[in-house]
């Protein structure tokens, strides 16, 4: 089973500020590693998938990267809407995994 | 517009049973895979079990393996999930997913349905 740690666990920003979320797998994952956001009180939203690709009405603020077992998802300057938990996934074979996610926050 | 709407979350006693049900709208169900994915109170994602487009094919994770069991009917645009022997960390609430054709991440979810088995 692949693991994935992201980090940091709690990011503190101010809104316009750029944010870097880091996502690292415990084996090499290929190119199937998506991005989540998810709000209080909400259903996750697909925000980046294959690594680069963005969802359908996702803003150019945010953007992913990487390759292997490092991964990063960037958002540009952040927005109020912005601050909430991202998770990372990935899938491997017939298995599916989450990363612990990461919250970020108003500072 | 796509929506997944779940239904049949309830409270339970351990040991107990209980069947979950997504009705999906917005796009042509027997093109998807479909998963559950669970998110007990205050934690995080955990993928549960996806089932190919056509049925034939359900994968579980190690947690629920032998318990649930994930079936879907393309005729009524239903996707069920049987869920046995429950247990006390199976709380959580239940997202119904899609994954487009060849896709490894997870699209569009629902809103979830809660599970809690207590005694």
Same mark, same amino acid.
């Given at each position: 089973?692949?693991?994935? =740690?992201?980090?940091?666990? +709690?990011?503190?920003?101010? %809104?316009?500020?750029?944010?870097?979320?880091?996502?690292?797998?415990?084996?090499?994952?290929?190119?199937?590693?998506?991005? *989540?956001?998810?709000?209080?009180?909400? &259903?996750?939203?697909?925000?980046?998938?294959?690594?680069? &690709?963005?969802?359908?009405?996702?803003?150019?603020?945010? @953007?992913?990267?990487?390759?292997? +077992?490092?991964?990063?998802? @960037?958002?540009?300057?952040?927005? %109020?809407?912005?601050?909430?938990?991202?998770?990372?996934?990935?899938?491997?074979?017939?298995?599916?995994?989450?990363?612990?996610?990461? !919250?970020?926050?108003? !500072? | 517009?796509?929506?997944?709407?779940?239904?049949?979350?309830?409270?339970?006693?351990?040991?107990?049973?209980?069947?979950?049900?997504?009705?999906?709208?917005?796009?042509?169900?027997?093109? *998807?895979?479909?998963?559950?994915?669970?998110?007990? %109170?205050?934690?995080?994602?955990?993928?549960? @079990?996806?089932?190919?487009?056509?049925?034939?094919? =359900?994968?579980?994770?190690?947690?629920?393996?032998?318990?649930?069991?994930?079936?879907? /009917?393309?005729?009524?645009? =239903?996707?069920?999930?049987?869920?046995?022997?429950?247990?006390?960390? /199976?709380?959580?609430l239940?997202y119904?997913?899609?994954?487009?054709?060849?896709?490894?991440?997870?699209?569009?979810?629902?809103q979830g349905?809660?599970?809690?088995?207590?005694?």
């Amino acid at each position: 089973e692949i693991v994935l =740690t992201q980090s940091p666990a +709690t990011l503190s920003l101010s %809104p316009g500020e750029r944010a870097t979320l880091s996502c690292r797998a415990s084996q090499s994952v290929s190119s199937y590693l998506a991005w *989540y956001q998810q709000k209080p009180g909400q &259903a996750p939203r697909l925000l980046i998938y294959d690594t680069f &690709a963005r969802a359908t009405g996702i803003p150019a603020r945010f @953007s992913g990267s990487g390759s292997g +077992t490092d991964f990063t998802l @960037s958002i540009s300057s952040l927005e %109020p809407e912005d601050f909430a938990v991202y998770y990372c996934q990935q899938r491997s074979g017939n298995w599916w995994t989450f990363g612990q996610g990461t !919250k970020v926050e108003i !500072k | 517009e796509v929506q997944l709407l779940e239904s049949g979350g309830d409270l339970v006693q351990p040991g107990g049973s209980l069947r979950l049900s997504c009705a999906p709208s917005g796009f042509t169900f027997s093109d *998807y895979a479909m998963s559950w994915v669970r998110q007990a %109170p205050g934690k995080g994602l955990e993928w549960v @079990s996806t089932v190919d487009n056509s049925g034939r094919h =359900t994968y579980y994770s190690d947690s629920v393996k032998g318990r649930f069991i994930l079936s879907r /009917d393309n005729s009524r645009n =239903t996707l069920y999930l049987q869920m046995n022997g429950l247990r006390a960390d /199976d709380t959580a609430l239940y997202y119904c997913a899609n994954q487009r054709p060849g896709s490894s991440n997870f699209d569009s979810w629902g809103q979830g349905t809660l599970v809690t088995v207590s005694s």
